[in-house]
């Protein structure tokens, strides 16, 4: 495995989104628990959730609940693992995706989060999505309090742009340590984002990074350069698309979701590929 850093903490280059194990299509918990347990097997030491991804109004924090269960029941040490998660989006129950970005629901959901994890302070808290209805600098304001208060051991940003990253550094007096934005083959509207969190040494996660691609492998029309690369190496498009994004900066770290132990394992042998520059030119056409 090979490793990046957030913050001052030493993680896999890939990591693993948790948020297909616990929505729509969710699998059963002893699916869900052996992916967790194949990614810690592969050297995963990334797992990224929120406290919004779950089905019911009743299953708030399904995903978290999830992942402290899988890690308590890994039979190895897991003491190197960081675990990401998010405050400020909800799932009110109906499939819709709402926003509450005030100080006070933030610190309410961080502490909830800490339960549901069963630690002390949360490795990597980020704020999930702006709130129209909030301040962003308010919103932001309530991570500063709670990384003060040593509730959470580092901060992050979610879906923000340029300018919000520049303010939520501002705002965490320089402690911001990464950015968690959409991109993929499909959706490279964050290329400035990813500039700017290589300018300023910030990790840059790629949320939904097989945009474009399905769960076949193949791709549309305009990104048939991707199954170009993959059908000449020999591998999953899926695996070409994540080296292609660890090319891309030293600071990336995707967090691919999967939902099949065979999933993540295809994931992390990206970091053994190494694309060459005519292949790099192609795919970033």
């Known amino acids: 495995m090979e490793f990046r850093r957030i913050g001052d903490v030493e993680v896999s280059a890939i990591g693993l989104g948790g948020m297909p194990m616990s929505i ?4 059963d918990e002893e699916r869900s628990v052996r992916t967790i347990h194949a990614a810690l097997d592969a050297g995963v030491t990334l797992i990224d959730t929120a406290d919004a991804y779950h089905l019911y109004a009743n299953d708030v924090g399904h995903n978290e609940t999830l992942i402290a269960r899988a890690l308590a029941s890994y039979g190895g040490d897991t003491s190197a693992v960081l675990v990401a998660t998010k405050g400020g989006h909800l799932r009110p129950g109906d499939g819709s995706w709402t926003l509450n970005g005030s100080p006070e629901y933030i610190k309410e959901a961080c502490e909830a989060s800490l339960k549901r994890l069963g630690v002390e302070a949360i490795g990597l808290y980020q704020f999930h999505r ?5 301040p962003y600098e308010d919103s932001v304001g309530a991570i500063r309090d709670l990384l003060d208060a040593g509730k959470i051991r580092m901060a992050g940003v979610s879906n923000a742009n340029p300018e919000r990253i520049r303010l939520s550094q501002e705002i965490l007096g320089g402690r911001l340590v990464s950015v968690q934005n959409q991109f993929s083959p499909a959706f490279r509207g964050s290329e400035p984002e990813l500039e700017l969190c290589h300018e300023l040494g910030i990790a840059f996660l790629p949320w939904s990074p097989f945009g474009g691609i399905t769960e ?9 350069a991707f199954a170009q690369v993959a059908a000449a190496r020999g591998v ?6 994540l080296a292609w994004m660890l090319a891309k900066s ?8 999967a ?3 065979a999933s993540i394992e295809d994931s992390v042998r990206a970091v053994e590929l190494e694309l060459t520059p005519d292949e ?6």
Do not use: M
């Open 259 to 261: 939902s099949r132990p």
């Open 236 to 241: 999953s498009a899926h695996r070409v698309c």
């Open 216 to 224: 076949a492998g193949e791709l549309g029309q305009r990104f048939a």
């Open 250 to 257: 030293p600071v990336v770290i995707p967090i691919p979701g």
């Open 280 to 285: 790099l030119a192609l795919l970033n056409q």
């Open 24 to 27: 729509e299509g969710r699998p």
């Open 130 to 134: 702006p709130d129209p209805k909030t």
